[in-house]
């Protein structure tokens, strides 16, 4: 059964079996694919590759930013909520300039969530903690991209990992 190709600007063309060679497509047999029709194909299949690799980190990152920091705002270390709307409260209670209640909880084993009363100094580290760990986060995952988009094998794709 044979198979047809073309090598055009946009890539490859692959027809399927058919009795008729079509106007300017070469023939092959289905395992015995031509190397430069193999070498296009890698290519496009690690390309598709780097690009899964940056959604992978892309997610990673967002759940990372997401998922909670610590800040030692009120003294001793707590943890804070990090979903987007719990960002938004906390930029809220900043800029209000008042001293105000913001649910934390102290590490351990499970997580108790309770509103405690935090001055606007404490509000402020807070808010700063979790500005310094969201762009470690982001410092993170630019250079993991930026080292996708470097790699030039597989094996360097696969050493990269969040």
Same mark, same amino acid.
């Given at each position: 059964m044979k198979f047809f190709y073309k090598i055009d600007t946009g890539g490859v063309?692959? $027809? &399927? @079996?058919?009795? !008729?060679?079509?106007?300017?497509? *070469?023939?092959?047999?289905?395992?015995?694919?031509?190397? !430069?029709?193999? =070498?296009?194909?890698? /290519?496009?299949?690690?390309?598709?590759?780097? @690009?899964? /690799?940056?959604?992978?980190?892309? +997610?990673?990152? +967002?759940? +990372?930013? #997401?998922g909670g920091? =610590? *800040?030692?705002?009120?003294g001793t270390q707590r943890r804070y909520k990090s979903e987007q709307i719990d960002q938004l409260n906390l930029i809220g209670l900043v800029t209000g300039g008042v001293s105000d209640y913001l649910k934390c909880a102290t590490p351990g +084993? #499970? $997580? !108790?969530?309770?509103?405690?009363?935090?001055?606007t100094a404490q509000l402020k580290k807070v808010l700063n903690d979790g500005k310094k760990y969201k762009q470690g986060l982001l410092r993170?995952? &630019? #250079? $993991?991209?930026? %080292? !996708?988009?470097? %790699?030039?094998?597989q094996a360097d794709l696969d050493v990269i990992v969040w």
């Amino acid at each position: 059964m044979k198979f047809f190709y073309k090598i055009d600007t946009g890539g490859v063309v692959r $027809l &399927g @079996s058919g009795m !008729v060679e079509p106007k300017g497509f *070469s023939p092959y047999t289905k395992g015995k694919e031509p190397k !430069v029709l193999l =070498d296009i194909l890698n /290519k496009q299949k690690f390309e598709m590759g780097k @690009s899964e /690799k940056i959604k992978e980190i892309n +997610a990673a990152c +967002a759940a +990372a930013i #997401t998922g909670g920091f =610590d *800040s030692l705002g009120l003294g001793t270390q707590r943890r804070y909520k990090s979903e987007q709307i719990d960002q938004l409260n906390l930029i809220g209670l900043v800029t209000g300039g008042v001293s105000d209640y913001l649910k934390c909880a102290t590490p351990g +084993a #499970t $997580l !108790v969530w309770t509103y405690e009363m935090h001055t606007t100094a404490q509000l402020k580290k807070v808010l700063n903690d979790g500005k310094k760990y969201k762009q470690g986060l982001l410092r993170k995952a &630019g #250079t $993991l991209k930026s %080292a !996708v988009s470097q %790699a030039t094998t597989q094996a360097d794709l696969d050493v990269i990992v969040w």
